[in-house]
């Protein structure tokens, strides 16, 4: 009858969720999670929200809520009880993490006795000798035969881990529970530790005039826990956090996998969109994991060749060689849904490929966007066109005044490609300035600058002539 009451009570024991450490003492991890839920922001944040169930006795005692993020930030937990808000309090939270080493487990023994293992090389065998560990300051003292050791050469031996050192990060609760019945005890909070960052490869299409884009959202989880089954969600925007006091680790990430259907649905949230994974997933500690944004298919694109001036021409007379000016090869296109995008675009780097004659791929530049809303147009710079050519010099220069200079340019452009192009030049100007002549057409943009669009057959060379007068 003994064995079966004893056999009764083991399995009472064992089928319990809460493991009990000590007298009104108890533990509880991941074994009893319900659910987890996983906010990562893209800016070294994650917003995690851990849901367990918990059987407690009546009264008050210590929770142990093991397996969470070791860069957790303790002040950012709130912890509640789903099913019975009112029977349950948290009365103080205490947060430990010894992270093991051999300092932090000699420090739990200073004032104690151990063993040290030392081999005697002339009798072939081992020696074992007890001392006490006086200090672990700036190195070791121990206490050997009433004489003082200041280090030694031996293997220290601990007689266990002590039962106050934690290893595991581990959050301990005085708690009032007033119920029998279980508990679905929520607890959030923020960890660091966690990035998430868009890329995206953008494949041109029909001689540039159209292109084909992959989103992916990289995630890099150096929390110091591993979510099981996690409802995911991604933040983009710029979230304000007051100013850290401490540093915080930055992440590298990269690959790109090839496209796949889109794994997220995006929404609006307060000021910022949201991100949302249509299906669980596991995110390991130290793992960083690729999933697909977005897909979108001919998108209608333009290609634009931009020669930029400076502020400095026009204030003085240019007597030394003025450098050939780059041709800046831009792609712009707009985020709307009638190109098949029309969602928010998290900021990202753009990876731009063309085909080659052979029908390969080839890599052809890449840029950075900021978050972009909807119907807003997005413009990249991809490179310097090789065969497109801009000489500018100063053909003339008049000081007027201390403080008036007139100018006369004449710009270059020469076209060593098999098809006629547009190049635009955009020229900044500063001061009350008035433009006297102009050999072409030129639209004011805004208040200081002004572009000429110049249509430049194949084979042949353009010059582009105007007076500009610049008061400051």
Wanted: charged content about 30%.
């Amino acid at each position: 009858m003994k064995v079966r009451w004893f056999i009764f009570c083991l399995a009472l024991v064992l089928a319990s969720p809460i493991v009990a450490a000590g007298e009104n003492v108890f533990e509880c991890t991941t074994d009893e999670q319900l659910a987890v839920q996983l906010t990562v922001y893209s800016s070294n944040l994650g917003l995690v929200k851990d849901i367990r169930k918990v059987e407690l006795p009546v009264g008050q005692a210590e929770l142990r809520f093991m397996d969470i993020a070791s860069h957790i930030i303790p002040v950012t937990v709130h912890a509640r009880s789903l099913n019975h808000p009112e029977d349950f309090a948290i009365l103080e939270q205490t947060y430990h993490y010894d992270l093991m080493s051999a300092d932090k487990l000699l420090d739990k023994y200073v004032g104690k006795k151990i063993k040290i293992i030392i081999w005697n090389e002339f009798q072939d065998r081992k020696e074992v000798v007890e001392a006490t560990l006086l200090s672990n300051e700036e190195g070791q003292i121990y206490e050997i035969k009433d004489e003082i050791y200041l280090g030694h050469p031996g293997y220290k031996v601990l007689p266990g881990i002590p039962e106050d050192f934690t290893a595991k990060p581990t959050l301990m609760w005085f708690y009032d529970n007033r119920t029998e019945e279980p508990h679905e005890l929520e607890v959030s909070y923020l960890t660091s530790n966690m990035n998430w960052k868009a890329d995206y490869v953008v494949i041109l299409q029909e001689n540039d005039r159209s292109l084909d884009i992959s989103g992916w959202v990289t995630l890099a989880n150096e929390s110091g826990a591993t979510y099981k089954n996690a409802r995911l969600k991604l933040v983009a925007g710029e979230v304000h956090r007051a100013t850290a006091r401490f540093g915080e680790r930055s992440y590298m990430m990269k690959a790109m996998p090839e496209a796949q259907a889109p794994s997220f649905e995006e929404r609006a949230f307060f000021e910022y969109h949201l991100y949302d994974l249509k299906r669980k997933t596991t995110i390991k500690d130290k793992e960083t994991k690729q999933m697909s944004l977005l897909e979108a298919l001919g998108v209608g694109t333009e290609k634009e060749l931009l020669v930029y001036g400076t502020r400095s021409y026009f204030t003085r007379p240019y007597t030394e060689e003025i450098p050939k000016q780059p041709v800046n090869v831009y792609i712009k296109f707009k985020n709307s849904e009638d190109e098949d995008l029309g969602m928010p675009l998290p900021a990202g780097i753009m990876h731009l490929y063309n085909k080659d004659d052979e029908g390969s791929l080839q890599f052809i530049g890449e840029d950075r966007i900021e978050h972009t809303p909807k119907d807003e147009e997005i413009k990249l710079k991809v490179g310097e066109a090789f065969d497109v050519m801009a000489e500018r010099i100063q053909t003339d220069y008049r000081k007027i005044t201390t403080r008036l200079h007139e100018s006369e340019w004449e710009i270059t452009l020469r076209n060593r490609k098999e098809a006629d192009i547009t190049v635009g030049i955009v020229e900044l100007l500063l001061g009350n300035w008035q433009i006297i002549s102009s050999s072409h057409p030129y639209e004011k943009v805004d208040a200081f600058t002004i572009r000429f669009d110049v249509n430049v057959p194949k084979g042949e060379e353009i010059k582009v002539n105007y007076r500009v007068r610049v008061g400051l």
